[in-house]
């Protein structure tokens, strides 16, 4: 007679049979692909709060579990503020999850409503970013994982180039430049938003709307109005000509013609259209 299994073990199970193509065939592509996860790694698994961070954990706790890759992976949570129905529900999720995160206190928030100004989130975003380095680099990690999927990839790329008037990406690995010999890794670079929403609606899961505390007061999943909802709003849109559309513009990141590019730049250096074009300027293959 086969075991019962655990609420847990059933969500486990969901994401590599169900949700087997979505999310577990994509995630080992991003780890492969980008050499994420490597022999020898201690990855300092940070998770917010959110579907996509409490899934990221899920992931690395399975690839761990079935991968001949030996590592290691350490499950941080930082309360940068939270408000104490959103800090209960990131607890009962570790428990229900059986995530064996540490929890961190900041005063990150407060910190940010004193000194944020305009810019309250890209503020605060640097700080979490670096005091996760921080902890990670206390708990002996080379590497932290954070919860980023392709659609904030490919919403990003928008969002620069919509609002910012630039091309730029988001890796899906980096060095850091402060923290010496450590690494980001984004595992689940290649999995869409819609398939994690499908296995948190699927698994009756529910998570804290965002990590940061101007949106604190929402009912959990709710979203607030922003120029990052506005670019989904436009994906959708264009899906229903191009169902397509999510993976065409990942790939275009993967399929970017220099030659055709009147300016770009790269380590910090111009490349202008006269420069290439009168002096023939190449750039390394390899660009190293």
Not at 50 to 56: A, I, P
Not at 99 to 118: H, K, W
Not at 131 to 140: C, D, I, P, V
Not at 245 to 268: R, W
């Amino acid at each position: 007679m086969a075991k019962e299994l655990s609420p847990c073990g059933q969500i486990e199970r969901s994401i590599i049979t169900k949700f087997r193509k979505g999310i577990w065939t994509k995630f080992l592509q991003a780890v492969k692909r980008y050499k994420l996860i490597e022999e020898g790694d201690k990855i300092a698994v940070c998770v917010s709060g959110g579907k996509d961070s409490m899934l990221l954990a899920k992931c690395v706790q399975e690839l761990k579990r079935h991968s001949e890759i030996a590592f290691e992976a350490e499950y941080i949570v930082m309360n940068p503020g939270y408000n104490a129905e959103n800090l209960a529900l990131i607890k009962s999720n570790l428990d229900l999850l059986e995530i064996p995160a540490r929890i961190y206190e900041s005063d990150i928030f407060d910190v940010n409503d004193l000194i944020g100004g305009e810019h309250p989130c890209y503020l605060c975003a640097r700080m979490r970013r670096g005091f996760l380095y921080a902890r990670a680099k206390e708990l002996g990690c080379n590497k932290i994982a954070l919860g980023h999927h392709m659609s904030d990839v490919i919403e990003t790329t928008l969002m620069s180039m919509f609002f910012g008037g630039q091309i730029q990406g988001m890796m899906p690995k980096i060095s850091s430049t402060n923290f010496e010999g450590m690494q980001l890794i984004r595992p689940l670079y290649c999995v869409l938003d819609d398939d994690i929403i499908h296995w948190k609606d699927y698994n009756n899961l529910q998570f804290i709307a965002c990590a940061c505390k101007l949106t604190e007061n929402l009912s959990v999943g709710e979203q607030g109005q922003s120029a990052r909802q506005d670019i989904k709003k436009l994906i959708k849109d264009f899906r229903t000509r191009n169902p397509d559309v999510d993976a065409s513009i990942f790939k275009s990141l993967h399929n970017v013609q220099l030659d055709t590019l009147p300016e770009f730049k790269y380590k910090g250096e111009t490349y202008d259209f006269n420069s290439k074009y009168e002096k023939g300027i190449k750039i390394d293959k390899n660009l190293n």
